[in-house]
Every structure is written in structure tokens, then in C-alpha cells.
């Protein structure tokens, strides 16, 4: 009955309708069978996106600290090299001037020790002169008592000997 009516030219009320059911049905099946599926599968692309995203801006502030922590790291590393290079400076300027205050104190012993052995050889050398020249007297006065000694001579022989003790003796 329905089916006799015409809408338009060649279009009948009954086939539009069945069309329209036909079309709400298929709509009806999509909307259960695969629109469902389709924003579900578009919310789990979009919360992806939205985690990935929120990943990338966890990693970048990440990377951001540890890029501070790592320069912090490099300013201390340069700061304690510095401490270092500037201690190894100040132990070699002190083992610089312990060594040239020990170097000098050398010089100094050194330096008395040979104006000690100058004195002793001097007074060696002395000694023997004096020992030569005890000798040479000896040697003198035997020749002269194998001589008869007048008495002026032997005057001035012993005022001489006197002499020569009174000089030892003040020396």
C-alpha cells in the first residue's frame, strides 16, 4: 500500500522508508560494530600521543637538570683542579725555600768548617815553622857550644833564649 505512493518521479513512500530504516540499521551497526571500536582505537592514539608528549617534556626537563648537574659537576671538577694547581704551587715555592734555606745553611757549615781546617792548618803550619826554627836553633846552638863561647856571646845567647821564652809565654 505504501509502496504504490510516489514521492517524486520514480520514488515511492514505501522505498524511502525502507531506505531510511535501512540506513538508521546501518547506522545503528557502525555506531555498535565499529564506531565504538573507532573512538576507542582514537582516544588510546590520542592518550598515546598526550603520554608521549608528557614523555618528552619529562625527558627534556631531564636532560635539562642533568645538563646543570653535569655543569655544576665540571665548574667544582675546574674549582678543585684550581685548590690542587694552586696547593702543588704553594708546596713547590715551600720545598723551593726549605731547599735553598737548607742549600744555604750547607754553605754556611760548609764555609766554617773550612775557615776551621784553614786555622788548623795554619796553626799546623805554624807549628812546624816553629818546630824548623826550634831545630834550626838547636842545631845553631850546637854548632856554637862546639865553639868556645866568649862571655859576650854567651850573654847575649842567653838574654836572647830569655827573650824568646817571654814572647812564647805572652802568645
Known amino acids: 500500500m505504501l509502496s504504490h ?46 603520554n608521549d608528549i608528557d614523555s618528552a617534556e619529562k625527558s627534556r626537563n631531564d636532560a635539562a637538570e ?13 674549582s678543585e683542579a684550581q685548590t690542587i694547581v694552586n696547593d702543588a704551587k704553594a708546596n713547590g715555592q715551600q720545598q723551593r725555600e726549605q731547599i735553598v734555606t737548607q742549600a744555604q745553611a750547607d754553605v754556611q757549615t760548609l764555609k766554617q768548617n773550612a775557615q776551621k781546617d784553614i786555622e788548623q ?21 850546637s854548632k856554637i857550644i862546639q865553639r868556645e863561647l866568649k862571655a859576650d856571646d854567651q850573654k847575649a845567647l842567653i838574654d836572647s833564649y830569655i827573650e824568646g821564652l817571654g814572647k812564647q809565654h805572652e802568645s
Open 66 to 78: 642533568l645538563v646543570q648537574k653535569r655543569q655544576a659537576a665540571l665548574a667544582s671538577s675546574r
Open 121 to 141: 792548618e795554619r796553626q799546623d803550619a805554624l807549628s812546624n815553622a816553629r818546630n824548623y826554627v826550634a831545630d834550626l836553633s838547636i842545631e845553631i846552638a
Open 5 to 50: 505512493l510516489v514521492v517524486g518521479q520514480g520514488l515511492y513512500y514505501g522505498d524511502s522508508i525502507f531506505y531510511a530504516v535501512c540506513f538508521l540499521l546501518l547506522m545503528w551497526i557502525i555506531k555498535v560494530l565499529a564506531w565504538k571500536p573507532v573512538t576507542k582505537m582514537m582516544q588510546d592514539r590520542a592518550d598515546k600521543i598526550s
